[in-house]
């Protein structure tokens, strides 16, 4: 199974709105909550759409948005997507109401905005598109299984171009009830030092990215989305790296074909491990990248490494920022995403030159 | 009657989330569905709930809703004759 990203929007805590800034300017953050820069919202969406759209619904909408003039395609055959948490803030919002007016006087606009699939039919609903349109929430594989769907779409020649979503948002109340289960830092860091700490938790994070997924080979396409690996809960390194090696065997590749790795690392010394353990061995001699000091730590953070993995690949770059140690590098063919959400979820990804 | 238009206006301007709008721009006789403030059915629940949270009105036969919700000076009208603003 395979795919073409023909078109990408994203919605972070850089500015990676804007899709000639690949990574110049990078925003540093002395907290352990990371935020979404937002981009003028009134330059994408109407403003009588806007003043009812909560701020996850404004930056996935708009990520569609950039994500569909990015790719010249109008309308898609399918709109898919994979949260964790959805609209968690509008949620919070109803909830709070349901408390507080003692479950009377509740107001529509935040209960139709809570659900999960909020943002893949606000975009259906914009496009009057009236094709299929899914949402999965499956906590640290909600994007792997959205686009496991959408490869299978494009598999079976069921659907040629697929809108494919990537989103969550931080909240303080999210971040505050995940802190007393010991997700994040205690101190407070300098996010761009994320690896240094050497502490237990990682920095929360945010984010909503779109790719436009599909099977026609294009001079504008970024690059070739080539096989996707998932891996729930593995007893041990040794279990990742045999995985990692069946997963390169499956697409044909072995360890020296691939030119970089990117690794989700978060600087939590408890869960780090794995990386370091297949960087140290495996990839001893293939150039690395890491990506959460950029955006935080989030269900759906995979998303943010295509969406550098895709920019990597077509700009054929590997900003300073993100690299991780000094192996050397040279063109950049194929990469390899190693990611996992709390040592439960792990994803493999590779993205290839078209 | 004046000064409850005033309040209404910015209970509207704040509950539904009208950006870019200030208390000026809404004349108190402005349809607030269709061609003047450009309202829809969701705004209609707000106001409902509005009404009930802030005056303790409720509005039980929906048939009267049109009439009431045509514009900020008729919603101040039902308030002032139904209500303890």
Redesign the interface.
């Known amino acids: 199974m395979k795919a073409y990203i023909r078109g990408i929007g994203q919605i972070s805590p850089q500015q990676t709105f804007d899709k000639d800034d690949f990574l110049d300017t990078v925003v540093g953050y002395n907290t352990n909550m990371l935020f979404c820069i937002d981009p003028v919202y009134k330059e994408f969406i109407n403003p009588l759409q806007l003043r009812r759209m909560s701020r996850t619904l404004r930056m996935g909408v708009t990520a569609a948005k950039i994500c569909l003039t990015d790719s010249g395609i109008e309308m898609p055959d399918a709109v898919i997507t994979g949260t964790g948490f959805g609209c968690i803030e509008d949620t919070e919002k109803f909830l709070l109401a349901m408390l507080n007016n003692n479950e009377q006087q509740l107001t529509p606009t935040a209960f139709m905005q809570s659900t999960h699939n909020t943002i893949s039919g606000q975009v259906a609903i914009m496009l009057k598109c009236k094709e299929y349109n899914s949402t999965y929430v499956n906590r640290g594989f909600s994007f792997e299984t959205a686009l496991l769907d959408s490869l299978m779409l494009i598999a079976e020649g069921n659907a040629h171009k697929i809108l494919l979503g990537g989103f969550d948002e931080n909240s303080v109340n999210l971040h505050v009830t995940t802190e007393r289960l010991g997700h994040w830092k205690k101190e407070k860091i300098n996010s761009l030092q994320l690896l240094e700490s050497k502490t237990s938790g990682t920095i929360s994070g945010e984010g909503a990215t779109f790719f436009m997924l599909t099977d026609k080979e294009d001079a504008n396409n970024y690059a070739l989305l080539k096989g996707l690996s998932t891996l729930y809960k593995p007893e041990n390194e040794k279990e990742v790296e045999q995985h990692t090696i069946d997963f390169l065997k499956r697409n044909n590749l072995s360890v020296a074909d691939i030119d970089l790795v990117v690794y989700g690392l978060n600087g939590d010394v408890r869960t780090d491990g794995v990386y370091y353990h297949l960087r140290d061995t495996m990839f001893n001699q293939t150039a690395g990248a890491y990506f959460k000091h950029l955006c935080g730590d989030y269900y759906t953070s995979s998303a943010f490494a295509l969406w550098l993995s895709a920019n990597v690949i077509k700009k054929q770059d590997v900003p300073e920022v993100v690299r991780l140690g000094k192996a050397p590098l040279g063109a950049v063919k194929n990469i390899l995403i190693v990611n996992h959400y709390r040592d439960i979820n792990y994803s493999f990804m590779l993205v290839s030159q078209c | 009657m004046d000064a409850l238009i005033a309040k209404l206006k910015t209970q509207i301007i704040e509950?539904?989330?009208?950006?870019?709008v200030s208390p000026d721009d809404i004349s108190p006789d402005d349809s607030l569905f269709g061609e003047g403030l450009?309202l829809d059915s969701?705004d209609a629940?707000?106001l409902i709930?509005l009404l009930?949270?802030n005056y303790g009105l409720k509005i039980e036969n929906p048939a009267d809703g049109k009439k009431i919700f045509a514009t900020i000076r008729t919603i101040a009208e039902y308030i002032t004759a139904h209500g303890k603003a």
Do not use: A, F, P
């Open positions: 509950q539904l989330n009208l950006e870019g450009g969701i629940l707000e709930v009930e949270k």
